[in-house]
């Protein structure tokens, strides 16, 4: 700074300049837009600061009353001192709570750079105040109009007199004076109240309907009396033929000095619902985890064999999707949140084919070799950082093009900030407690209030995505009856008690969450720009994993036949049994146990598989705790002795079989007509269909055929026959830049500081020189004698400096050496020794002394 500058700051440029380091830091973390790309100095900071689009970007992340103080700031005089804004929000009886908040406000707008100056002369951010002040077509949440001077700014002078003699007032010698006039009896409370105390009742019900907004009425060519008494007064001005205002000077005495109606100090408390034991919801939790994983692999499996064709313009179709939900046993939107977190963890794609179709990747077989709680760590890491939405699906873009599940359009940048939020409010609650959900989307609407309306009437999206967050959250075990689990606290980094006896001392000595913030900043303080679950460490998945293991339910080896052609999973199957099971018999009920029926049809699978009788039998004797029942040992027999017994091969397709009389049976059948069979010889017939198609087709009339290759060995299908490329899971979309870390701060500021010097730094006064921001320009030989001068002395220099590419930019360096058509020099600006060619540098000053 120079020693002409007044210690007062004149702009944001100063006031920033004035910070330290610490603060520079703290504003580029907590408005990551700002030092993309970085800065060259303080002044293209500050201009930077104060664009639409990232002073926008700052008032979106405040919190509610300091929002409020920044909108009380905007109808306020520019400059105004810190008591005017006390009174702006406290009113003129005053309010404790206000009192108290309002200065955490105050610092953290002037630590988001929103506001500048001491708190005598307070600056709101030209941006942020044209944003926020109130105007007829974006009117102000305060409800207040515009001011005296700005209602008569296109009223006639002879009008303005007679308004302020009718008023009481003297007459004035031009209209500004008389405005001011005005201005001071509007806000003089002793006058104000006497000149109301003669308006006529109705008068006064006009002004109490106007007085908290919308400040604008409508009035006729000839106005009622009592209109007509607040017109002659100036009480009501007009803006327009048939419109009127209320000034906001008399709009704020009759209100008592407040801007806002209800100013909101206070956070509103996370409500306790319901307490639990801590291990009810973590026994709840873990149950849902399972189930949870279960779904995802019941999923997929149903795509094992290439799942449902991508639409041209990506995504599943509504008809795909209703199947998979049928298949799931769920709704539709549940059906959709789990095709989409399948894919937010990389266990589902595209294949990339020609018929391009969804199926498992090669990471689902990896992923199903991981034990149970590992499996789940990776779902709920993918499910925390995904920006892709599942609640969405179904619904329209800003084009009217519906969305669809695993579509384009899907991703919300807000999505993963929202979800851990919501969490870490349910983790300021003591442990087994669940909130009231009206509760924590009210907390969440206190802290980021700022947000456009929907055009369609819904709610704002960040409340619907705290709902589909507290939904998710159960659906996928991180929560249980409402209730944050343990494990749920560990996936967030937050210690949980190791024994019952710390949870019932927590639990004792922490109340529901309330007017503290419970991430540990005070209301109205400066919130650091949230990071989102990006930033959760592996270790804390894998802390979660250690705490969800004990709770989940051990493997089991045995299922209970039954005579009904029944098999009974008491629980979880181990993954071999589970996955022998589900090719020989379907799944009929899901629950506590899972119920198996045997049929024709899940046998011949098997035996399609590669199984024959005697394997099937053992499989049952082995794995059964029962004796296996007569009537499922003949449905095996008699399905395995016709099975393979008609042989389909490719002619298009072939049938053959040495039975003859089989093949004269089928061909008599009217049912087979649409197969367009004819005989080849007496033990072949040929069809035109391809081989799955007739296969299908002999199945469907109730035989059991074979596919053959074509040296006439029997194919054997396997389950997980069909898997896509490696595929890497999708990225999630960040909001704006990503937030820098400590060391791109350091080295930013150190940056900007050094090219604020550069651009500071003054100079000698030598003659004609460069004028203000241009570069130095001096002859070689000027350039060089300079250079080689300074080499000596060690004094450090300006340069003007034009690289390889013609940027041109101006360098405090202090010169080490000078040979060979180079110098060499410490630049200040980069804050290292760097190395230029002399016949890139366009000239030289010298710095003044001092």
């Given at each position: 700074m120079s020693p002409e500058a007044s210690p007062v700051p004149r702009s944001l440029a100063e006031a920033l300049r004035a910070r330290d380091d610490a603060s520079l830091a703290a504003l580029l973390r907590d408005r990551p837009d700002l030092v993309a790309p970085v800065p060259t100095d303080l002044t293209q900071l500050a201009t930077r600061a104060g664009t639409r689009a990232s002073v926008l970007r700052a008032l979106e992340h405040l919190d509610r009353f300091a929002l409020q103080t920044a909108q009380a700031l905007a109808v306020a005089p520019d400059p105004a001192t810190y008591d005017l804004l006390h009174q702006l929000l406290a009113g003129d009886d005053g309010d404790p709570a206000v009192t108290e908040a309002l200065p955490g406000a105050v610092a953290a707008l002037r630590g988001q750079a929103l506001i500048w100056g001491d708190d005598d002369r307070l600056h709101l951010v030209r941006t942020a105040r044209e944003l926020l002040a109130p105007s007829a077509q974006h009117p102000s949440p305060t409800g207040l109009g515009p001011t005296v001077r700005e209602a008569t700014s296109g009223m006639s002078p002879g009008r303005v007199q007679q308004i302020v003699n009718t008023a009481g007032l003297p007459s004035t010698h031009d209209p500004v004076s008389a405005v001011t006039a005005l201005t001071g009896l509007f806000g003089d409370r002793k006058r104000m109240t006497a000149l109301l105390a003669g308006a006529p009742e109705a008068a006064r019900e006009v002004l109490t309907r106007l007085m908290w907004g919308p400040p604008y009425g409508q009035v006729t060519a000839e106005p009622a009396a009592h209109l007509r008494w607040l017109l002659d007064r100036g009480l009501l001005l007009p803006t327009a033929p048939g419109t009127v205002v209320l000034p906001r000077e008399v709009a704020l005495h009759l209100r008592g000095g407040r801007a806002h109606r209800v100013p909101e100090p206070v956070p509103p408390a996370v409500e306790p619902a319901v307490a639990q034991g801590r291990r009810i919801v973590d026994a709840t939790a873990a149950g849902q985890a399972y189930t949870a994983l279960a779904t995802v692999e019941d999923l997929l499996k149903s795509w094992d064999q290439g799942g449902p064709a991508v639409l041209r313009a990506g995504g599943l179709s509504v008809r795909d999707l209703k199947r998979s939900a049928v298949a799931l046993d769920v709704s539709e939107p549940l059906a959709a949140f789990w095709v989409e977190l399948a894919?937010?963890?990389?266990?589902?794609?595209?294949?990339?084919?020609?018929?391009?179709?969804?199926?498992?990747?090669?990471?689902?077989?990896?992923?199903?070799?991981?034990?149970?709680?590992?499996?789940?760590?990776?779902?709920?890491?993918?499910?925390?950082?995904?920006?892709?939405?599942?609640?969405?699906?179904?619904?329209?873009?800003?084009?009217?093009?519906?969305?669809?599940?695993?579509g384009p359009g899907l991703d919300r940048s807000a999505a993963p900030e929202v979800r851990l939020r919501v969490l870490t409010l349910l983790a300021g609650l003591p442990v087994g407690v669940a909130p009231v959900p009206e509760a924590v989307l009210n907390r969440l609407a206190w802290e980021r209030p700022l947000r456009a309306p929907q055009r369609d009437g819904t709610e704002d999206l960040r409340v619907r995505l705290a709902r589909w967050a507290l939904s998710e959250a159960e659906l996928l075990g991180v929560t249980g009856r409402g209730a944050l689990s343990s494990h749920g606290r560990a996936l967030l980094g937050i210690p949980v008690p190791e024994t019952e006896a710390e949870t019932e001392a927590e639990t004792a000595g922490a109340g529901p969450?309330?007017?503290?913030?419970?991430?540990?900043?005070?209301?109205?303080?400066?919130?650091?720009?949230?990071?989102?679950?990006?930033?959760?460490?592996?270790?804390?998945?894998?802390?979660?994993?250690?705490?969800?293991?004990?709770?989940?339910?051990?493997?089991?080896?045995?299922?209970?036949?039954?005579?009904?052609?029944?098999?009974?999973?008491?629980?979880?199957?181990?993954?071999?049994l589970a996955e022998t099971l589900g090719v020989l018999a379907d799944v009929e009920s899901k629950g506590g146990a899972t119920v198996y029926r045997f049929t024709p049809a899940s046998v011949r699978r098997a035996l399609d598989a590669g199984q024959t009788a005697a394997d099937l039998h053992a499989f049952l004797a082995r794995h059964s705790r029962t004796p296996v029942p007569q009537p499922l040992a003949y449905l095996i027999d008699d399905v395995a002795r016709r099975h393979g017994h008609l042989r389909v091969g490719v002619a298009s397709a072939y049938v053959r079989c040495d039975d003859d009389a089989v093949l004269n049976e089928i061909i008599a059948d009217k049912r087979a007509a649409a197969l367009r069979l004819r005989r080849l010889a007496p033990t072949v017939l040929a069809a035109p269909c391809d081989p799955a198609t007739l296969l299908e087709g002999l199945r469907a009339l109730g035989y059991a055929p074979a596919a053959e290759s074509a040296r006439g060995d029997v194919l054997i299908t396997r389950a997980d026959a069909r898997r896509t490329p490696p595929r890497t899971a999708p990225e999630p979309v960040p909001e704006g830049p990503p937030p820098a870390d400590g060391v791109l701060l350091t080295a930013a500021v150190r940056a900007i500081r050094a090219g604020d010097l550069a651009?500071?730094?003054?100079?000698?006064?030598?003659?004609?020189?460069?004028?203000?921001?241009?570069?130095?320009?001096?002859?070689?030989a000027d350039t060089l004698a300079t250079l080689q001068a300074a080499v000596m002395t060690g004094e450090a220099v300006w340069i003007g400096h034009v690289n390889a590419d013609g940027a041109a930019s101006q360098r405090v360096v202090a010169p080490i050496r000078v040979e060979g058509g180079f110098v060499t020099a410490y630049d200040h600006t980069a804050d290292e020794v760097r190395t230029y060619p002399l016949h890139r540098i366009t000239g030289v000053a010298e710095l003044a002394e001092d």
């Open positions: 894919y937010a963890a990389g266990l589902l794609a595209s294949d990339g084919a020609a018929d391009e179709r969804y199926a498992p990747t090669p990471a689902y077989d990896t992923w199903l070799e991981r034990p149970v709680a590992e499996r789940w760590g990776r779902l709920a890491a993918a499910w925390l950082a995904a920006t892709r939405t599942a609640g969405l699906v179904g619904g329209r873009d800003i084009k009217d093009r519906a969305l669809s599940a695993l969450a309330s007017h503290a913030a419970v991430d540990g900043h005070a209301p109205g303080a400066a919130r650091p720009a949230p990071t989102g679950p990006l930033s959760h460490t592996g270790r804390a998945t894998a802390t979660a994993v250690g705490l969800l293991a004990p709770l989940l339910p051990e493997p089991l080896d045995h299922v209970l036949l039954q005579a009904d052609l029944t098999a009974v999973a008491p629980g979880p199957l181990l993954r071999p651009a500071t730094t003054p100079l000698k006064a030598a003659g004609p020189g460069p004028a203000g921001g241009d570069l130095p320009r001096t002859s070689p």
